[in-house]
């Protein structure tokens, strides 16, 4: 039998939101088949002349010869502002930009001086722009759901209804099955822990950050038992810091340079 312990050194109280400020609707979200793009981007432009502005996310900035699917931000700009939506204002961002170019293109999107966005995933977290109403994601099965989540969170942030469009590389059912959890799931946590038990949590000690880490008796992706374990490890450090009672988990400790050493 073994027992598994999860040390937090510096333990803060967890607070969980999982209300949407008042005013808010949930962003309506769709995996859309390649046989719909076309009807997406009438969807895009009739948003945009109702007045509205649009996110358009890529996973690359530029076209890898690995990763041939994979859409990236500077061609597709190019494709959209010459080809698609010649006659609307369509910006460019990514992470190569220098600051001071990041912090233009932002406050002109910001300012309603643009129409689209071509981004890579550097808008994220900290964009606040409440008449920005869709996110088109662009290869959204090269993102985790948890990342997914939080780049549908750009959109939805005023009272008007927004909306994700999520465009896979692959029609493969297992990828469809994965991305369409964001049709009705709105839970960041909940999104995080289906990623965790659909692509594994990777290596601990090693440099895969996917894939399954097996353990004796437990499962990453049981937060349950892992919440369980997590306390019952403060409450016997809180009884006996020095370990005095567990001499092998002592020398465990060591052996992993926990800062709980024998003396």
Do not use: W
Request: aromatic letters at 6%.
């Amino acid at each position: 039998m073994g027992l598994i312990l999860i040390f937090s050194f510096n333990p803060r109280d967890l607070s969980i939101i999982d209300e949407l400020p008042k005013g808010r609707k949930q962003v309506l979200t769709y995996v859309v088949p390649a046989k719909k793009r076309l009807n997406s981007y009438e969807f895009i432009r009739k948003h945009v002349e109702e007045g509205e502005q649009v996110y358009i996310i890529t996973p690359l900035i530029e076209l890898s010869e690995t990763l041939v699917s994979a859409k990236a931000a500077l061609v597709e700009y190019e494709r959209l502002k010459n080809s698609i939506f010649p006659d609307l204002r369509v910006g460019l961002l990514h992470g190569r930009l220098k600051s001071k170019e990041k912090e233009e293109v932002l406050n002109a999107f910001k300012e309603h001086k643009l129409d689209i966005l071509v981004s890579t995933s550097v808008v994220e977290v900290g964009v606040d722009v409440a008449n920005a109403t869709v996110m088109v994601v662009e290869g959204a099965d090269r993102f985790g759901l948890a990342q997914l989540h939080q780049l549908r969170g750009r959109v939805g942030r005023g009272e008007t209804q927004s909306f994700c469009l999520l465009f896979p590389t692959s029609e493969d059912s297992s990828i469809i099955s994965r991305l369409k959890n964001l049709e009705k799931v709105f839970d960041g946590l909940k999104l995080s822990e289906l990623d965790l038990k659909i692509r594994g949590s990777g290596e601990i000690f090693g440099k895969a950050q996917s894939g399954r880490f097996e353990l004796k008796i437990a499962d990453f992706s049981d937060l349950g038992l892992i919440e369980k374990t997590r306390t019952k490890a403060r409450e016997i450090l809180d009884k006996d810091t020095k370990l005095e009672k567990y001499p092998q988990l002592r020398v465990k400790l060591a052996e992993f340079g926990s800062g709980v050493m024998p003396d």
